[in-house]
């Protein structure tokens, strides 16, 4: 299969995105080509448009929150079917033979290929990838809505996994935004004791709403020493610099301050907080093909849904303007419409 496909494509940073066409050649024996129905605008997308990371190319065909149909399948393609519903995150391939690969860990692959790094994704008719990363939906779970969670989905949820959270534990999310929203729900889905905390004292009702037990205020003094102490887990969804001594200072015993938001600036730690207590700084990124299938499982089994706003693909710039106004509330979702551009 090897039909042109059209697109919406940055042809240099800062600019719109225009109709684009490509040829994407013969299908490798290990793709496989699907037909994109839903593909979520994250900001990582806006990162890779604007080059803000400086590893863009152009012209570059933005997308990695993909669902769709499966319509072509390579000679050695695993574990799919053709009309089979699936999706694509952030990662579309990697080497298989190394370590982590081989350890259940290909988000770490040193020549893992993300969906938008020298790839085209999924602002397209159709999108390919290696059969390893592309993961079938639930029937449990709205395809209209489900994108998302292929990669601010599996990017909170992965934390839970990596760090054998319990039902006991009591977690806190900073940020009720896009990652965060995500993050309140499985939180709460899992049987946690959850906190939200948030700058803005107009999403206490909301965070309540979206899982949290309690709101404290991330800029309030009184409110962050209220609960020192006290929180196994805290996952930051934000991209700002915070109060980070504040913040470590609500880690009980043991306790962990896991980063998944991309910080501009380096963080100030407090050594003494971090041995005093056995405390823990990490980060991590998207998941593995394992913590997908997990994730989608489980977001089925407990009707956990990203909270979405929709566009026409064929409207993607005022989506993209809509998010960089920061209006998504809470995810954005381009639905595929290329029969009419």
Not at 70 to 90: E, I, M, T, Y
Not at 163 to 189: E, N, S, W, Y
């Amino acid at each position: 299969m090897s039909a042109r496909i059209q697109a919406w494509a940055a042809m240099e940073s800062g600019k719109p995105l225009v109709p684009y066409t490509f040829e994407p050649g013969e299908l490798g024996a290990e793709e496989v080509e699907i037909a994109v129905e839903h593909c979520g605008l994250c900001h990582s997308d806006l990162s890779m448009l604007d080059n803000e990371w400086r590893a863009s190319t152009y012209p570059l065909v933005a997308g990695h929150e993909v669902i769709g149909r499966v319509v072509g399948l390579g000679s050695h393609a695993k574990g799919l079917r053709l009309g089979q519903r699936v999706g694509l995150g952030w990662n579309a391939g990697s080497c298989l033979h190394c370590s982590p690969c081989l350890s259940g860990r290909q988000q770490m692959c040193d020549e893992v290929q993300p969906t938008i790094m020298g790839h085209h994704g999924g602002f397209a008719e159709r999108v390919r990838a290696h059969w390893l990363w592309v993961a079938p939906i639930p029937d449990g779970l709205d395809a209209a809505d489900a994108g998302p969670l292929l990669c601010g989905g599996v990017t909170v949820f992965s934390p839970f996994l990596t760090f054998d959270v319990k039902p006991t534990h009591r977690v806190g999310v900073v940020g009720i935004g896009g990652l965060g929203h995500l993050a309140l729900k499985f939180a709460r889905a899992w049987g946690c004791e959850v906190t939200a905390f948030t700058s803005s004292e107009s999403k206490r009702d909301e965070a309540l709403q979206l899982g949290a037990h309690r709101v404290v205020s991330s800029v309030d003094a009184a409110s962050m020493k209220s609960i020192a102490g006290q929180l196994d887990l805290v996952i930051v969804t934000v991209n700002v610099m915070l109060n980070w001594k504040a913040l470590m200072g609500t880690l009980a015993p043991n306790g962990r301050l896991h980063v998944v938001g991309v910080l501009s600036e380096p963080m100030s730690v407090n050594g003494l907080q971090l041995i005093d207590g056995q405390r823990s700084v990490s980060g991590s990124p998207t998941g593995s093909r394992s913590d997908i299938d997990q994730m989608l499982a489980f977001a089925a089994r407990h009707g956990i849904k990203p909270q979405t706003e929709h566009f026409p693909m064929s409207r993607i710039n005022d989506a993209l303007d809509h998010l960089r106004a920061g209006k998504a509330r809470y995810r954005v979702v381009l639905d595929a419409d290329f029969a009419s551009v």
